[in-house]
């Protein structure tokens, strides 16, 4: 069994500081973990991935997540916001090696960007 | 290279009505998984086909069903609708790269169903 928590529904920060969302998971299995991102009305697009290789994971539009077993946390972070940046955000996990069935999804974050 | 495409992008309905929807998936994609999002309830897996077998199906009630096509295209039917399925259904494709391991999931940008 495997799941996802995110621990803020909603994170509010000023242009130019840093973000920080939080996400632990549970997995029965060395999980596969993504970061997506949702924009109004639009589809899921991809941020960054840990497929078990590299525990510090690099997206983009600057976003940075580090795998933490110890800790079973996926947070994503970035140094700067952007008012673009304002979306939904969600921490999904998949168990390896499986395709794309039954994704499992966090509850997501609201990021907030204030001018 | 073409994303994920879903059509339409928008769609009303009377309760009672059925409605399908269609996804086409990335070029060379035979998986496409189907979700639907609802404020309430989050995203929920609805069911996952690969070349044309549906692989895994979420808890869902019958009135949801789907089919994929030799193309990989998909589609997704809901007969008698409810309030309720009001969404946005979303649909994502991968593909396998080697030795059990798939793609990340690639989203289209959703099929937002209005239920009256």
């Known amino acids: 069994a495997q799941s996802v928590t995110q621990l803020d529904s909603h994170v509010s920060v000023s242009e130019g500081t840093p973000v920080l969302l939080r996400c632990n998971y549970s997995?029965?299995?060395?999980?596969?973990l993504f970061w997506y991102v949702q924009h109004p009305n639009k589809g899921l697009q991809l941020l960054l991935k840990?497929?078990?290789?590299?525990?510090l994971v690099k997206g983009i539009n600057g976003f940075e997540a580090e795998f933490k077993k110890s800790e079973t946390s996926f947070h994503l972070t970035k140094p700067s916001a952007h008012m673009s940046d304002a979306a939904e955000y969600f921490c999904?996990?998949?168990?390896?090696?499986?395709?794309?069935?039954?994704?499992?999804f966090g509850t997501g974050t609201r990021l907030t960007i204030i001018p | 290279k073409a994303g994920v495409t879903q059509t339409p992008r928008y769609l009303i309905k009377t309760r009672g009505q059925q409605v399908t929807l269609s996804c086409s998936p990335i070029?060379?994609?035979?998986?496409v998984s189907w979700y639907q999002q609802t404020p309430g309830q989050g995203l929920q897996f609805l069911f996952e086909?690969?070349?044309?077998?549906?692989?895994n199906k979420g808890n869902f009630p019958g009135r949801f069903s789907g089919r994929q096509f030799s193309n990989s295209r998909s589609e997704m039917n809901v007969s008698t609708l409810e309030l309720g399925d009001s969404a946005l259904y979303l649909c994502?494709?991968?593909?396998?790269?080697?030795?059990?391991?798939?793609?990340?999931?690639?989203f289209g940008q959703g099929t937002r169903l209005t239920v009256v």
């Open positions: 994502a494709s991968s593909s396998p790269v080697g030795q059990g391991a798939y793609t990340e999931a690639f």
């Open positions: 999904v996990v998949r168990r390896p090696n499986f395709g794309n069935e039954k994704l499992t």
């Open positions: 997995s029965s299995y060395s999980p596969s």
């Open positions: 086909y690969f070349s044309e077998t549906q692989r």
């Open positions: 070029s060379g994609h035979r998986s």
């Open positions: 840990y497929t078990s290789a590299a525990t």
